[in-house]
């Protein structure tokens, strides 16, 4: 099923505007979840995130209604979450972080974290995407599969958090 959330664009300077409705839409999300000390850091990751001048947010909206987002922002050259897992870094190493992407569950199977996905790395300057998901939903990593991603490693950012599947993406090419 396709749903027709309206999708809006914010930047850097716009998250102060935006952060609780971010933090709303991930209590939503994680609800089950929300007593593991790593969902809890949450605010923490929007500031790192948000702090970076070439971040990027994508909010769908129902009506006046936030029902799920992506944000990222331009990797910092040399830590790339993929360059441990290359031999051969490609030519154009310049990557995008798809950091978060999340729909509130009543929005799920809509349709609406591909539209999210799209619009965030739509006309990204960056020549690579890369994100991170827990192999422990392998439903989730066939679906960036289909998006154009491969896996390439492994990766646990903190102590505390999963050792996630580290996926990349070419953007400058098309999705099969």
Same mark, same amino acid.
């Given at each position: ?72 922002? @331009?990797?910092? %050259? ?6 441990? $897992? +290359? *031999?051969? =870094? ?48 392998p439903k989730v990593q066939a679906l960036y599969e289909t998006w154009g991603y491969a896996l390439v490693g492994q990766r646990q950012?903190? @102590?505390?958090? %999963? ?6 993406? $070419? +953007? *400058?090419? =098309?999705?099969?």
């Amino acid at each position: 099923m396709q749903y027709g959330a309206e999708l809006r664009r914010f930047g850097h300077a716009d998250l102060p505007a935006i952060r609780q409705t971010l933090l709303d839409v991930h209590a939503d999300a994680y609800a089950d979840e929300m007593d593991d000390e790593f969902n809890q850091r949450f605010p923490w990751f929007i500031d790192h995130w948000g702090s970076n001048p070439g971040y990027a947010c994508v909010i769908a909206y129902d009506d006046a209604e936030p029902v799920g987002f992506a944000y990222g922002a @331009p990797a910092a %050259p040399g830590r790339e979450w993929w360059s441990e $897992h +290359l *031999t051969e =870094p490609p030519a154009d190493d310049s990557t995008f972080s798809v950091s978060e992407l999340m729909v509130r569950p009543r929005w799920r199977k809509t349709g609406t974290a591909e539209r999210l996905h799209a619009a965030l790395i739509a006309d990204r300057p960056e020549a690579l995407a890369v994100l991170l998901v827990d192999p422990d939903h392998p439903k989730v990593q066939a679906l960036y599969e289909t998006w154009g991603y491969a896996l390439v490693g492994q990766r646990q950012p903190f @102590p505390d958090s %999963p050792n996630y599947a580290v996926m990349l993406r $070419h +953007l *400058t090419q =098309p999705v099969p």
